[in-house]
């Protein structure tokens, strides 16, 4: 099941593991570059799925690596 974050309440801890975030929005929610990401997926840091060429991140592993310090961000969480 894919999910797109905008108009989904992604607080509730046992939503994140279906909700799923486009790699631009990801980018621009944890102000990070296209660029950046990419390298994260290169050395499988940062999993991923690509559909319709669109690539997609699970929020939960987003989060879980953020907590873990692998991946740095001035944003703590993927919140609005």
């Known amino acids: 099941l894919l999910l797109y974050v905008d108009g989904h309440n992604t607080s509730a801890e ?3 593991e279906s ?4 790699n631009k929005e990801l980018a621009c ?3 990070l570059s ?9 050395r499988g840091i940062l999993g991923f799925s690509v ?3 669109k690539i997609y991140y699970k929020i939960s592993e987003i989060q879980a690596l953020i907590n ?3 991946i740095t961000t001035r944003n703590k ?3 609005r």
């Open 29 to 31: 929610r944890l102000n």
């Open 51 to 53: 559909i319709e060429r």
């Open 14 to 16: 046992e939503n994140l």
């Open 34 to 42: 296209l660029r950046t990401l990419q390298t994260y997926r290169e």
């Open 77 to 79: 969480k993927l919140q």
């Open 19 to 22: 909700v799923w975030i486009e």
């Open 68 to 70: 873990s310090g692998l």
